[in-house]
């Protein structure tokens, strides 16, 4: 039996993966809502500046419901790809399921809940359960703590390696993501431009769907390990 040939596989995540986990999900037709705040509401620099305990309290709950959340069979399918192929594994969710199926290495490109960052000396450390408006840096001692999520508006982390590896891969994957949100809503497009296989799983077709070669509908947990096994098997 010939052996399997490595590729160079770029997958991107989104908060569909993590929905059947219980994390919900940004824009979904119920939801997308959060005490009535509009997501934007919440997720921004501005509005730190303008009500910073409403802004960590929403950070708390949602590091809570992520502390309490377990992988599911989505997540450990991408921890298995890594094993095989050549896996740069970004993901635009903040909590830590791929972390917890064994994924070696996660990309957050949005940051992520466990981090810490010092609005005033730029110093990061691990956050706590819960932050608040007076918690201190542990470098500067300023009580300028605020979640080390990226908010719309800011640049999103590890841009460079991300190009990088988009740009050499065989293969493009997208799953659980609604294509709203740039510059990870361009992924694909510029994995097609530089060659790449493109494919999309989702539960319906996303806002960038004409950007991908093949579509995959349905459930995370369904599709993606149907979609790794076909991709692992020798
Ligand atoms: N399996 C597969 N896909 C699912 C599932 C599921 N069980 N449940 C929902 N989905 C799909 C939805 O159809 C939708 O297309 O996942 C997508 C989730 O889209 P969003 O809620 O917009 O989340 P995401 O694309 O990750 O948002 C991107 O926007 O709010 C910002 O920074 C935030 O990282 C986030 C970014």
Same mark, same amino acid.
């Given at each position: 039996?010939?052996?399997?040939?490595?590729?160079?596989?770029?997958?991107?995540?989104?908060?569909?993966?993590?929905?059947?986990?219980?994390l919900a999900t940004?824009?979904?037709?119920?939801?997308?809502?959060?005490?009535?705040?509009? %997501?934007?509401?919440?997720?921004?620099?501005?509005?730190?500046?303008?009500?910073?305990?409403?802004?960590?309290?929403?950070?708390?709950?949602?590091?809570?419901?992520?502390?309490?959340?377990?992988?599911?069979?989505?997540?450990?399918?991408?921890?298995?790809?890594?094993?095989?192929?050549?896996?740069? %594994?970004?993901?635009?969710?903040?909590?830590?399921?791929?972390?917890?199926?064994?994924?070696?290495?996660?990309?957050?490109?949005?940051?992520?809940?466990?981090?810490?960052?010092?609005?005033?000396?730029?110093?990061?450390?691990?956050?706590?359960?819960?932050?608040?408006?007076?918690?201190?840096?542990?470098?500067?001692?300023?009580?300028?703590?605020?979640?080390?999520?990226?908010?719309?508006?800011?640049?999103?982390?590890?841009?460079?390696?991300?190009?990088?590896?988009?740009?050499?891969?065989d293969l493009f994957?997208?799953?659980?993501?609604?294509?709203?949100?740039?510059?990870?809503?361009?992924?694909?497009?510029?994995?097609?431009?530089?060659?790449?296989?493109?494919?999309?799983?989702? %539960?319906?077709?996303?806002?960038?769907?004409?950007?991908?070669?093949?579509?995959?509908?349905?459930?995370?947990?369904?599709?993606?390990?149907?979609?790794?096994?076909? %991709?692992?098997?020798?």
């Amino acid at each position: 039996m010939p052996p399997l040939r490595r590729k160079r596989i770029v997958v991107l995540t989104g908060a569909g993966i993590s929905a059947e986990s219980g994390l919900a999900t940004f824009r979904a037709a119920e939801g997308g809502l959060w005490e009535n705040h509009r %997501l934007e509401d919440v997720a921004t620099p501005e509005a730190f500046a303008r009500d910073p305990a409403l802004v960590h309290r929403f950070y708390n709950m949602r590091r809570a419901a992520a502390l309490g959340a377990q992988p599911n069979a989505a997540h450990f399918a991408l921890a298995d790809l890594a094993r095989a192929h050549d896996l740069t %594994l970004v993901t635009q969710n903040v909590d830590d399921l791929h972390e917890k199926a064994g994924s070696p290495e996660v990309i957050h490109m949005h940051g992520a809940l466990s981090g810490a960052l010092c609005a005033a000396c730029n110093h990061r450390w691990k956050s706590a359960a819960e932050m608040d408006t007076q918690t201190a840096c542990p470098s500067c001692g300023a009580a300028a703590a605020r979640p080390d999520i990226v908010w719309f508006g800011e640049m999103p982390y590890q841009m460079e390696r991300i190009w990088d590896a988009i740009e050499a891969a065989d293969l493009f994957a997208a799953i659980g993501t609604s294509g709203h949100v740039y510059p990870a809503a361009g992924f694909a497009q510029h994995a097609a431009r530089s060659g790449a296989h493109c494919v999309e799983l989702n %539960l319906e077709p996303s806002q960038n769907a004409r950007d991908f070669h093949e579509h995959r509908g349905g459930k995370a947990s369904a599709i993606v390990p149907e979609w790794v096994a076909e %991709l692992t098997r020798p």
